[in-house]
């Protein structure tokens, strides 16, 4: 079975330093990587994915993501935050195996708080 | 381009009563998915169609949830009965195919308690 790990609750940091969400994953094959951001009262966003290719993926709203497939992970970064970065981050896979059928599973949501 | 539409926005009903959510997802786009959201957790999938037909159900709760898409456009979720445990964030998503690599466009949501 697939699975998504965010270890982080919450990650503060102040405004104008990097910001670093962490995403860990587990499928029986290859992966295809999401992120997503939650703002309050609203659906979620879709950031950037990993599809193939360059391990360095880059998204919307200037965040970035790199893909290290010894590690599984896919954490999402941003080289300098800002106060409207603060919300809900969820990362996400699906298993490129087809047996698998195409779920889309949710890691449990990373809140970031940026202070000004 | 128009997104995922979503409605009721709130629902507040007793446990055992009944509720259905609707959705519309953005045109074109053949894949339709069901999410529970509960407080302080990532989205779960419910039920995942592929046009009108079923491509996974394997987390939804049958003897109380029920889903369909008529026409392979719009979807309901019903709940009947609701239970205090129901009371989450019902997110719609729809995607352009099928493919694994396919980002899900979601919905703003209804949020159920259940009381």
């Known amino acids: 079975a697939q699975s998504v790990a965010q270890p982080e609750d919450q990650v503060n940091v102040a405004e104008g330093n990097p910001l670093t969400v962490k995403c860990t994953y587990s499928v029986s094959g290859n992966p295809y990587l999401f992120w997503y951001v939650q703002y309050p009262n609203r659906g979620l966003q879709f950031l950037l994915k990993y599809i193939t290719g360059d391990n360095l993926v880059k998204g919307s709203y200037g965040f970035e993501a790199e893909f290290n497939k010894s590690q599984t992970s896919f954490h999402l970064k941003k080289p300098s935050a800002l106060v409207s970065d603060s919300a809900l981050y969820f990362c996400a896979v699906r298993d490129r195996w087809e047996a698998a059928g195409n779920k889309l599973t949710f890691g449990g949501g990373t809140r970031v708080l940026v202070k000004p | 381009e128009a997104g995922v539409a979503q409605s009721p926005r709130y629902k507040i009903i007793e446990k055992r009563q009944s509720v259905a959510f609707w959705c519309n997802p953005i045109?074109?786009?053949?894949?339709l998915y069901w999410y529970q959201q509960i407080l302080g957790q990532g989205p779960k999938l419910l039920i995942q169609f592929q046009n009108n037909g079923v491509v996974d159900d394997s987390q939804l709760p049958k003897d109380r949830f029920s889903a369909e898409r008529l026409k392979g456009v719009d979807s309901t979720l019903k709940i009947q009965p609701a239970k205090l445990e129901d009371s989450a964030v019902y997110l719609c998503a729809s995607s352009f195919g099928a493919a694994a690599n396919t980002e899900a466009f979601f919905g703003q949501g209804t949020r159920l308690t259940v009381v």
């Open positions: 045109s074109g786009h053949a894949t």
